[in-house]
């Protein structure tokens, strides 16, 4: 399962044509932040796990 810090892969990828994205807040919604263009996004978690596709890098403990 993915936690706060860890880079994820998203089914889509974002506008500027990258699609790494770092979990920057956990909640009832998830924030991710673009780790190429620094871009923020808030989904919700219902919403935010439909879209992942894969975790790429967990955060170091």
Known sequence: MYD???IVEMKKPH???TNRWEIIRM???IKIKC?????IVMLPRRE????LKKIL???EA
Do not use: P, R, V
């Open 4 to 6: 706060l810090g860890d």
């Open 48 to 51: 935010f796990n439909k879209k």
């Open 57 to 59: 890098e967990k955060k």
């Open 27 to 29: 909640g009832m919604d």
């Open 15 to 17: 506008a500027c044509q």
């Open 35 to 39: 780790c190429h263009c620094q871009h």
